[in-house]
């Protein structure tokens, strides 16, 4: 069974009289502990097939399943809990809260899951270490460069240790070189035996796919998978 797959996916908004396909029967099958990049022009349908996967968004039609879930058989209570332990969300704009520093952005999530203050921080600074960046533990974004707030992002999407990654262009805000150690930061997490998906404009990201899916209208127009690339972890 596929860690993802999608049968018939659907997204369409109504604006006004015209109804915006979105997504436009999307079958997508990718196998656990793959790394995935989605490339595709802007409007095509990328951020949106991420939300829907990540249970952030409902379709209009059309199944996911998710690591064994139907989604749509999640009621909302079912569908945050998805979230909340499955998957971790890296965006482009880090959305990082600007009064707190790295530590506090990272363990924040985690004071409503009643972990023990402590244990809050012990948790934070073992994931800022992870992405490279503990020293920084007390600097607010204000004081992080782009790269760095985008490290104390993906430290906090991992808190709940979720074994998906969806990353909508985590790259797109960022200098060559602190997107290329940003993509071995994801590529690492993906060896560590997390499924990852990436959408990005960055052909630099290829290197560590297993899949490349390509989004054109709302529809995949093209896949390659590189089988060798997915990540056996013992
Ligand atoms: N909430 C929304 N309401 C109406 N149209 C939307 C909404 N979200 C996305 N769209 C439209 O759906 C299409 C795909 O959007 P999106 O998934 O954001 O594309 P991408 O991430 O590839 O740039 C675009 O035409 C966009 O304008
Ligand atoms: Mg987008």
Known sequence: MDYIHTEALNKHYEMGHTIVKALNGVDLSLPEKSLSVVMGPSGSGKSTLLHLLGGLDRPTSGEIYLDGSKLSQLDENDLAVFRRKTVGFVFQSFNLIQSFNALENVSFPMRFMNVPRKQRIEEALFYLEQVGIADRASHKPSELSGGEQQRVAIARALINDPTLILADEPTGNLDTASGYSIMEILAGLNRNGRTVLVV???????????????????????????????????
């Open 200 to 234: 990005t404009h960055d052909p630099r990201m290829r290197q560590f796919a297993s899949h490349i899916i390509y989004l054109l209208d709302g529809s995949i127009v093209k896949e390659s998978v590189y089988e060798q690339a997915v990540q056996q972890v013992s």
